[in-house]
C-alpha cells in the first residue's frame, strides 16, 4: 500500500488524463478491486487449488505412484509426441501464412486470413469429427487406407491431425498484427541493400517479431498439451495406447481412481501455470525492447 | 564355397525360427472394444485368459482395452477402430456392425450359446443411505421432487436398458396400454436433471457428484459404486420387476481376419462361457449363465420378475426404431 501512495506521488500531476481514475470516491475502486479478485478466486484459484488438494489428498507417495503407471506414462509420452509434431510445424506455418498476409498484397488475402481462424470459430468435436469422416473407415479415403494398411483415425496421425488442426491459428494470429503494425519499411531497405529475400527474413524480419513467436509458440503448445475435444473423437480411447493426458485424467476419473486423475490433471495445471510465467517473461522482455528503440 | 555357406546359413536361420516357432507362437495382441462398466470384469478375465491360454496354447496374449458408452463404441468400430472383439451393452449395437460395413455377419448373434450374452444383468436403483426419499418401486421414480440420473438413451447402453425397464414396468402395471406406459417415461425423464453420455459418468455424477437421489443402474455397476464409495453411503434396492439386460460380446470378423486372430479371439470369448469365465462374472457382479456359478453368488443377486426385449418390445431392431432412432419415441418425450 504504502509503495502505491509514493509511487502516485512522485507522478507528475500533468499526466492528467492517467489520474483521472484517482479522482473517483475510493469505495469505487475498493468495489471494483473486490469484485475482481473474488471473481479471479472463486473461478481461478479455488479451481487451481482444489486440483493440487485433491491430488495430494493420499499423501506425496500416492501422487507420485501415479506417474509410474503405465498408462499414464503412455499417455505423457504421447502428448509429448503429439505437441513435438504439432507445435513446430504450425510455427512453419504460422510464420509463412503471417509473412504472406501481413507484407504482400495478393487476391484472396481477407479470404485466407479469415480461414485460418476457422479452427477457432469450429468447435473442437467438429474438428474431430472432420477427420473421422476423411479416414475413418467408412469415410472417403477410409477403404483405401484400409486397403494399405494405412492408421489415421484411432492411431497417433490421427491425434497429432486433430492437433494441428485446433492449434494452427495460434502462431499466426500472434504475428499477423505484430508484422502488419512493423509494416515493410525495414525489409525494403534490406532488400534495397542488396540482401536476398530469404537473409532478409533471417535478419531483419525475424529478430523483429521473436517475442510475439515465442509467445504463439507457447500458446500453441499449451493447447496442443490440453486438447481434449477433438482428440476425443478421433483417440478411439485404447489404454495406454492411444489416451492423451487430457484423455487419461477422464479416465481415471471415470475408475474412481480420484487422485490419479487429480494427480495428472495436475500435470496440465502445471503446463497452465508455466505457460503463464513464460508469457509474463515475454511480454516483459517486449516491453523493455520496446522502450529501448 | 559362397552358395553352400550361404545356403548353411539360411538352413539354420529356418531350423532355428520353425524351432522357435514351435517352442514359443508368436505374442499376440488383442482390442476389446466394451462398454463403460465392465473396465473391474475386462481386467480380471483378460489376466485369467492369458493365464489359460498361456497354459494350454503356450502364446502370450496381452489386451488391449476401450471402454465408453456402447453406442458410441459401436461407433468407433464402424468408423475403423480395429477391435478384434467387442463386448457391447446390447445387441442392436453389434448389429450395427453388421448393418454398416458387414464388420460382422448378419448372425453373430447365433454363434455362442445364450444369444451370444455369456452373463446377464438388470437395472436397479442406487439410493443414498437410509433411503431417505423411501424409493421402492418403479411408481416411486415418477414422484416429484425425486430426482433421478440415468445417462443419455442415445449414447449409452445402460440407459437403453434403464428406459426399457421403467416402460415395461410400466406396460405391464398398466395392461400393456403403451399410451399409459409413455406417460409413466415421460413423467420419469421429467426428473431427469443432467443425461451423461454413458453410465459410468452417471455413477460418478450420483456418487461423486452427489446429485440426483436415484440412479438407475446396472445391478453390476451400482455394486461396484457400492464397492469403490463404501457401503455406508448407498444402498441398492431391487424393484419387483425390471428388464433382463443381455449385453452380448462378438468376434469383429472382418478385424480378426485382417489382424489373424480369430482362433485367439474365439477362445477369448468362448472362455467367457467356462467355470473360471462364469465365476469372474459374477465376482463382478454380473449374473452368470452357469446355474452353479449363479448359485455361489445367489446371495448378491435378489430373484425379480425379469422380461426380455423380445417379450415385449419385439427384439432390438424394432425397439431401436421405435424409440431410440432420431424422431423416436425418447425425442419426443425427452425435450431438455
Keep these: 500500500m504504502a509503495s502505491t501512495v509514493t509511487f502516485r506521488l512522485a507522478k507528475p500531476r500533468a499526466t492528467a488524463p492517467a489520474d483521472a481514475a484517482d479522482l473517483e470516491p475510493a469505495w469505487i475502486r475498493r468495489v471494483l478491486v473486490s469484485v475482481t479478485l473474488g471473481f479471479l478466486v472463486l473461478f481461478l484459484f479455488l479451481p487451481l487449488a482444489a486440483v493440487f488438494v485433491e491430488a495430494l489428498r493420499k499423501g506425496v507417495s500416492v501422487y507420485l505412484a501415479t506417474f509410474l503407471q503405465s498408462d499414464t506414462l503412455a499417455a505423457i509420452r504421447l502428448t509429448l509426441l503429439t505437441a513435438a509434431i504439432a507445435v513446430p510445424l504450425n510455427v512453419v506455418f504460422g510464420v509463412a501464412a503471417a509473412w504472406a498476409i501481413a507484407k504482400f498484397e495478393f487476391p484472396g488475402k481477407s479470404v485466407l486470413t479469415t480461414l485460418i481462424d476457422l479452427p477457432f470459430a469450429v468447435s473442437p468435436v467438429v474438428s474431430g469429427l472432420i477427420y473421422v469422416l476423411l479416414f475413418g473407415a467408412q469415410g472417403w479415403f477410409g477403404p483405401w487406407l484400409s486397403e494399405h494398411h494405412v492408421k489415421i483415425i484411432f492411431a497417433v496421425p490421427g491425434i497429432v491431425l486433430a492437433t494441428i488442426f485446433v492449434t494452427f491459428p495460434f502462431v499466426a494470429r500472434e504475428l499477423i498484427p505484430l508484422m502488419q503494425a512493423q509494416g515493410s519499411d525495414e525489409e525494403q531497405a534490406a532488400i534495397m541493400l542488396g540482401a536476398s529475400g530469404w537473409q532478409t527474413f533471417r535478419r531483419v524480419t525475424l529478430p523483429n517479431v521473436k517475442w510475439g513467436l515465442l509467445y504463439g509458440v507457447i500458446l500453441c503448445n499449451a493447447r496442443a498439451m490440453g486438447e481434449f475435444g477433438a482428440v476425443s473423437v478421433v483417440s478411439g480411447h485404447v489404454r495406454g495406447m492411444t489416451n492423451t493426458v487430457p484423455l487419461q485424467v477422464e479416465i481415471l476419473y471415470n475408475e474412481y481412481n480420484f487422485v490419479g486423475a487429480f494427480a495428472t490433471a495436475s500435470l496440465l495445471a502445471l503446463l497452465a501455470l508455466a505457460t503463464l510465467g513464460i508469457k509474463s517473461f515475454i511480454e516483459w522482455r517486449t516491453q523493455r525492447d520496446t522502450a529501448a528503440a | ?336
Excluded at chain 2, 10 to 23: F, G
Excluded at chain 2, 73 to 90: P, Y
Excluded at chain 2, 118 to 126: K, Q
Excluded at chain 2, 260 to 267: D, E, H, I, K, L
Aim: some cysteine; proline content about 6%; hydrophobic content about 40%.
Design chain 2, 1 to 336: 564355397m559362397k552358395t553352400s555357406l550361404r545356403f548353411c546359413l539360411l538352413a539354420a536361420l529356418v531350423a532355428v525360427s520353425t524351432w522357435t516357432a514351435h517352442a514359443a507362437p508368436q505374442p499376440v495382441t488383442l482390442l476389446n472394444v466394451s462398454y463403460d462398466p465392465t473396465r473391474e470384469l475386462y481386467q480380471d478375465y483378460n489376466a485369467a485368459f492369458a493365464k489359460h491360454w498361456k497354459a494350454t496354447q503356450g502364446q502370450d496374449v496381452t489386451f488391449n482395452q476401450s471402454h465408453g458408452g456402447s453406442g458410441k463404441q459401436a461407433r468407433a468400430v464402424i468408423d475403423g477402430l480395429e477391435a478384434d472383439v467387442v463386448t457391447l451393452g446390447l445387441a442392436y449395437d453389434i448389429d450395427a456392425l453388421a448393418e454398416h460395413g458387414g464388420l460382422v455377419p448378419k448372425d453373430w448373434q447365433k454363434r455362442l450359446p445364450d444369444n451370444s450374452t455369456p452373463y446377464t444383468s438388470t437395472i436397479v436403483f442406487l439410493v443414498r443411505k437410509g433411503n431417505p426419499k423411501k424409493i421402492k418401486d418403479w411408481p416411486d421414480v415418477v414422484r416429484p421432487g425425486v430426482q433421478v440420473i440415468v445417462p443419455n438413451p442415445k449414447t449409452s447402453g445402460g440407459a437403453r436398458w434403464a428406459y426399457l425397464a421403467a416402460w415395461g414396468y410400466a406396460l405391464q402395471a398398466n395392461g400393456n396400454d403403451a399410451g399409459k406406459a409413455q406417460a409413466f417415461v415421460t413423467a420419469m425423464y421429467k426428473n431427469v436433471p443432467v443425461l451423461d453420455s454413458g453410465a459410468r459418468g452417471s455413477t460418478t455424477t450420483f456418487a461423486q457428484r452427489n446429485i440426483g437421489d436415484v440412479l438407475l443402474a446396472w445391478e453390476n455397476e451400482a455394486h461396484l459404486a457400492q464397492k469403490e464409495f463404501g457401503a455406508d453411503k448407498f444402498e441398492i434396492v431391487t424393484p419387483p420387476v425390471s428388464v433382463l439386460a443381455e449385453p452380448p460380446v462378438s468376434v469383429v470378423d472382418k478385424v480378426a481376419d485382417k489382424h489373424g486372430t480369430r482362433a485367439v479371439a474365439q477362445a477369448y470369448l468362448e472362455y467367457l462361457y467356462s467355470p473360471e469365465g462364469q465365476d469372474i462374472a459374477g465376482r463382478n457382479f454380473y449374473r452368470p449363465r452357469n446355474p452353479k456359478a449363479a448359485e455361489k453368488y445367489a446371495a448378491q443377486f435378489p430373484a425379480l420378475k425379469l422380461f426380455t426385449v423380445d417379450e415385449l418390445f419385439g427384439g432390438w431392431a424394432k425397439c431401436q426404431k421405435t424409440h431410440f432412432d432420431d424422431g423416436g419415441v425418447f425425442d419426443q418425450i425427452y425435450k431438455p
